[in-house]
């Protein structure tokens, strides 16, 4: 005897149902993974040190970064010593992580 049609679709049914939750499993810790490396690894501009400077200044997309090493870091200092407006002061602290004084 055969099957009848509603069986045969009643049998994929939990197939589907599993291969969809696997699907989101997988998507779930993928997402887990890329969020646990950018943490871990912020990249080259992660922070002011060694003679490089990061500054996040504000843009009109909502933010930017400002970012030297040697002596683009050095110029950009310079002019932070030199002024006194927010982006100055905020250049500042960063150029005293990165070790370079006025």
């Not at 009848?4 to 009643?10: L, M, N, V």
Request: aromatic share 2%; with cysteine; proline share 5%.
């Amino acid at each position: 005897m055969g099957t009848a049609p509603g069986q045969a679709a009643q049998r994929g049914r939990p197939r589907r149902r599993l291969t969809i939750i696997a699907a989101g499993l997988l998507a779930a810790a993928a997402a887990c993974g890329l969020i646990a490396w950018a943490i871990a690894n912020p990249g080259a501009y992660g922070q002011s040190r060694d003679g490089c400077v990061t500054v996040s200044v504000p843009s009109s997309t909502g933010g930017a970064l400002e970012h030297g090493c040697g002596r683009t870091a050095r110029a950009m200092c310079q002019a932070a010593f030199a002024n006194h407006d927010k982006l100055a002061l905020a250049t500042r602290e960063q150029c005293r992580l990165a070790g370079i004084s006025p």
